[in-house]
């Protein structure tokens, strides 16, 4: 994903340069590095910055390489950026979603990063990056008890084919095959167990603050599970358990509460939707009489209200949380109890 140098980008580099050598020179607290008291903490993006500042506290300077109002996934990280990850005493990232950072670390520290994907197992994107329910008995994606997700859907009756075949019929938003979901941390309960791991990395970084960490993550998930309790309530009784989005990012919030998303496009939302990409939405909207079609606070929300405007229904944000946009002055928990709200409304939860 590198891109040449232009004039004008240099000449930012540059400035961005000169900025933090100031600023550093200064002896500020706030940059990388600033103070030799704290662990360096650079996160690769917004809920990995919030998990780090909760669980470090005062001990850690994090410094978040994904800017408010900017996708993450397509960050590109100017020379200064780069020198924070190789100076930082611990990069919290997770590997396959931001390849420059992935790259940067393989270049510069790959010895102090902390990939949150390797703390519990991914889920596999859904056949095509989404899931709808034409044939499925309950109409529900289904996890079960090893930790596979089954999309009876589309699948049911396929489940011993090799996974060339399986393909469904209908075209499918674009993404690659044995592509990853890296939103993890819509399940509050899979944020928690991130923060319990990160919480002893940090301890072997600066044993004598470790039990302050793991204080603060046991704190911290008890927080995270007092959210979960509200979505399993807040969504156990609806008039409807599928969701329409923009883009499918929420595959684990509908595991973790028997939802089904519906994607206007796969996991990648720049790719722009077919007219047959967007008939079927349009048709699997009206089928499962959907009052809402979600956009996120970060991408453009034409492609949604065409197809409200064709199914009668209004459009809402859904945030995937990827970044915090850039007027935002709220944290993951009010995002997330926004989204909450949001859901609750759109599925006619009692």
């Known amino acids: 994903m590198n891109r040449p140098f232009t004039s004008r980008t240099l000449a930012a580099a ?40 909760r669980i470090g506290g005062e001990a850690v300077t994090v410094t978040n390489l994904a800017k408010p109002g900017a996708h993450a996934h397509d960050l590109e990280l100017n020379p200064s950026q780069v020198g924070e990850i190789s100076r930082a005493d611990l990069i919290v990232y997770l590997d396959g979603f931001q390849p420059a950072v992935d790259e940067a670390i393989e270049q510069n520290s790959k010895d102090r990063a902390f990939d949150v994907a390797t703390v519990q197992p991914l889920r596999d994107a859904a056949p095509g990056g989404h899931s709808h329910s034409h044939e499925g008995e309950d109409g529900h994606d289904h996890e079960d008890e090893d930790g596979h997700d ?35 941390w819509l399940d509050p309960t899979r944020l928690a167990t991130i923060g319990d791991k990160l919480a002893e990395r940090l301890g072997q970084v600066a044993p004598e ?17 007092q959210l979960d309790g509200e979505f399993t309530e807040g969504l156990k009784t609806c008039q409807r358990r599928e969701i329409v989005v923009s883009h ?15 994607g206007i496009t796969g996991l990648t939302p720049e790719n ?67 989204n909450l709200a949001a859901l609750r409304t759109a599925l006619g939860c009692s």
Not at 17 to 31: M, P, Q
Not at 213 to 225: C, D, G, N
């Open 14 to 53: 540059t400035a961005a340069l000169l900025t933090v050598t100031s600023v550093t020179a200064c002896g500020t607290d706030d940059t990388a590095g600033g103070d030799p008291d704290r662990v360096d903490v650079v996160a690769a993006f917004y809920p990995l910055q919030f998990v780090s500042e």
């Open 150 to 184: 089954h999309d009876h859907d589309h699948d049911h009756e396929d489940e011993k084919k090799p996974e060339e075949e399986k393909k469904p019929e209908a075209e499918q938003p674009a993404d690659s095959d044995g592509a990853k979901d890296p939103h993890v």
């Open 209 to 225: 603050q470790a039990a302050d960490f793991t204080a603060r993550a046991k704190q911290l998930r008890t927080e995270l599970e």
């Open 248 to 262: 499918t990012a929420f595959g684990y919030l509908t595991e973790r509460y028997e939802l089904e998303q519906i």
């Open 272 to 338: 722009e939707p077919s007219p047959r990409r967007l008939a079927e939405v349009a048709e699997s909207a009206r089928e499962h009489k959907a009052t809402t079609i979600f956009f996120e606070t970060l991408v453009s929300p034409k492609v949604a209200e065409t197809i409200a405007t064709e199914v009668g229904a209004k459009t809402a944000v859904l945030d995937p949380l990827e970044g915090l946009s850039a007027d935002n002055d709220g944290d993951y928990f009010s995002v997330m109890r926004a």
